[in-house]
């Protein structure tokens, strides 16, 4: 089942909309029906929606973008019905990078709101009392919607800020520190810091609201995989893919049948292989691959993917923990002068983790 549905792409950056977010239309459409609405107020509700999701598009362009001008590859947003998520391929180099991309998110914020400040009369209406307000904006018009529009995108602003790692507050509040006492140790207070409000969340979605349900457990979950990332990483820096990379690997040729690789499979335990002739690196032959055509003699040559990454044995296994986790590619070859000298996967690599965290203690 495909999850996503794409959107485009803007200045080279995917962007799609999980399947979840239609269950957010759809309960827009029965609430309002629910409390009467028609036609008009639907079609008003859904539309100011989108219109809201534009502005969270904008909001991750704005992270995105940012991170460009530190060539940190931005690999596509994700609308969610809770809000947008930025894929980066990597972690910005330093707290000072990390500070202006995570602050260019809300100022998009801002700048929308300060636009439409002055496209929507908004001063109008504070010199308005309660009961004219309120009436005026419940008419289903330009000049309501782009009222509720300025006030979203303010909220977007406030609620982002908000301290809760791994939020656009709480990764302000890890850049801050970490300049002062180091990416870890900051990412694991800030972090805290996220599981505390996550609880806080849940506990006020219980009683008033259970859409912050939904914002508690992502920022719980995101706080915990933040930090444990982040750990991973300052455990990996230093160490290259020489030292975690598998030696005993089978590898077959371009020419040889797919019974050939079929019977390897069962006679043992490797499901990915790396295709080479000369020792230079040819493709990538996936498990699922050798699976769907198990009963063809297709040769190799013929359904081994010839779009795939390589890491030199000098790369930092820091460097490539990120790009791994980022990638769809399961098993990485290691290259010496262009030559094939061993592989890695996650799952060595996650080992490789495991072993130095007990030389770390």
């Known amino acids: 089942m495909k999850t996503n549905l794409s959107l485009g792409k803007v200045s080279g950056i995917r962007i799609s909309v999980h399947w979840t977010f239609s269950l957010l239309i759809v309960w827009i459409v029965f609430d309002e029906l629910k409390r009467g609405g028609n036609a008009k107020s639907i079609l008003f509700n859904i539309t100011f929606i989108l219109a809201v999701f534009g502005c969270v598009v ?39 990078q990390e500070l202006l991309v995570v602050i260019a998110g809300p100022m998009v914020n801002m700048v929308i709101a300060i636009l439409l400040y002055f496209i929507v009369p908004v001063q109008r209406f504070m010199q308005l009392d309660f009961t004219e307000t309120f009436e005026v904006l419940m008419r289903y018009n330009i000049q309501s919607f782009l009222f509720f529009l ?73 706080a915990l995989s933040e930090n444990q990332m982040v750990q991973h990483l300052a455990w990996l820096n230093g160490h290259t893919a020489e030292e975690a990379m598998l030696l005993n690997i089978t590898t077959f040729n371009p020419k040889d049948t797919i019974d050939i690789v079929v019977n390897k499979i069962v006679s043992g335990t490797e499901t990915n292989f790396i295709i080479t002739e000369d020792q230079v690196v040819k493709g990538i032959l996936h498990h699922k691959t050798i699976i769907d055509n198990s009963n063809t003699s297709v040769l190799v040559e013929a359904i081994m993917d010839k779009n795939f990454k390589t890491f ?28 094939l000298i061993g592989a890695i996967d996650t799952t060595n690599l996650n080992e490789y983790i495991i072993l130095q965290s007990k030389l770390a203690h």
Do not use: W
């Open 312 to 339: 030199k044995d000098t790369d930092n296994l820091k460097t490539l923990y990120q790009l791994m986790h980022n990638s769809k590619q399961e098993l990485f070859p290691v290259v010496s002068n262009k030559k």
């Open 150 to 222: 300025f006030i979203v995108n303010i909220g977007l602003v406030i609620f982002n800020l908000i301290p809760a790692f791994p939020m656009d507050g709480g990764r302000i509040l890890r850049a801050l520190l970490a300049l002062k006492i180091g990416r870890v140790k900051a990412t694991k207070i800030a972090t805290t810091l996220g599981l505390i409000m996550a609880v806080l969340f849940f506990l006020i979605g219980l009683l008033y609201n259970p859409f912050l349900i939904f914002i508690a457990l992502f920022v719980f979950l995101g």
């Open 58 to 96: 904008l909001h991750e362009l704005g992270h995105a973008l940012m991170a460009k001008r530190f060539n940190i590859k931005t690999e596509k947003i994700t609308l969610l019905p809770i809000g947008g998520m930025a894929s980066f391929e990597k972690l910005p180099e330093s707290p000072k």
